[in-house]
Structure formats: structure tokens, C-alpha cells
């Protein structure tokens, strides 16, 4: 922590007294004020005088407050409800996602990424700096690797053969 020489008493005083609360009481507020102290003295953003950083700490102590109702009333609304089919969808995307990340080395994954993204074999082989027919064939390797980890198709496109 960079601490400015010209930081004044007052502010490592009403720092003081908010570590002494914090020492006495379990409220994490009082933990969130002197973390919001201490970055407004290792940012040079002190105030001039008590009154104002008073009302500073004040202000951010309400709008932690705010956000931890907001992040309270998200949490109920999306953590509580039943999973649905759509959820259900995703979470068993994201698995399978998962799963083929983990079957494939890092330059795999990317090249691989790459072409799920849209990109033309031509883009893909100059970016890995490989010629085309390399990233064609890395790319059907990889596929036949992971037909295993195939999840079944949910809403297969016009052109699937399942």
C-alpha cells in the first residue's frame, strides 16, 4: 500500500476508529469502509477535510448496500426457480463444452474455436500460420476425437443427419 506522506491525522484518526469497530463488531460494513479508506489514500482521492470524507464513506456504504440488495433479489429470482427445459439445455452445453476443452490441447481448442466461430479455413491457417490442408485435416482429427463426447442433438439443424 503506497501511503501518501501528506495524508493527514484526521484521516488516519477516522481510519482508526473504524478499525476499532470493525475489531468489536461482525458487521462487514465496517470492514467495507476501511477497504473504500484505504483506496481513497492510495489513490490521492482524500477529501480536504473529516465532514466530506463522512459523507463519501457514507455514500459508498449506501450504494454497496444497493448493490447487495440487487445481487440478493437476482439471486432469488434466478437461483430459486425451477430448472427448466432451456436451462437444462444449457447446462448440458456447457458440459459437453467443457468436456471436449478438456479432450483437446490449447492450439486444438483454438483451432477448433476458430472454425466453430465462423471462421474460413483460409482465415484459420493464417492466423495459425499453417497452410490450409494442415488446418483441414487438424480439424477433421479433432472431430473424429470427439464423436465419443457427441451430447445428443436438441435442435439439430436442417442439415443433420441424426
Known amino acids: 500500500m503506497k501511503i501518501n506522506k501528506e495524508t493527514p491525522s484526521w484521516a488516519w484518526d477516522y481510519y ?14 465496517n470492514e467495507e469502509v ?5 483506496r481513497l489514500i492510495g489513490n490521492d482521492q482524500l477529501p480536504l ?17 444497493q448493490k447487495l440488495r440487487r445481487r440478493a433479489s437476482l439471486y432469488e429470482k434466478y437461483a430459486t426457480e425451477p430448472a427448466t427445459a432451456d436451462t437444462v ?16 490441447t490449447g492450439a486444438q ?15 484459420v491457417s493464417g492466423t495459425a500460420s499453417v497452410p490450409i490442408g494442415t488446418v483441414k485435416s487438424l480439424v477433421s482429427r479433432m472431430r473424429a476425437k470427439l464423436r465419443h463426447l457427441r451430447a445428443p442433438v436438441i435442435n439439430p439443424g436442417p442439415h443433420s443427419n441424426n
Open 16 to 29: 482508526q476508529a473504524y478499525q476499532t469497530k470493525a475489531s468489536k463488531s461482525s458487521d462487514e460494513s
Open 89 to 104: 439445455e444449457t447446462a448440458t452445453l456447457r458440459e459437453t463444452i467443457e468436456a471436449i476443452h478438456i479432450a483437446l
Open 49 to 65: 477535510d473529516e465532514a466530506e470524507l463522512d459523507r463519501m464513506v457514507h455514500n459508498h456504504l449506501a450504494s454497496h448496500r
Open 34 to 38: 476501511l477497504n473504500f479508506i484505504i
Open 109 to 123: 481448442w483454438v483451432v477448433l474455436s476458430e472454425v466453430a466461430a465462423g471462421k474460413s479455413y483460409k482465415d
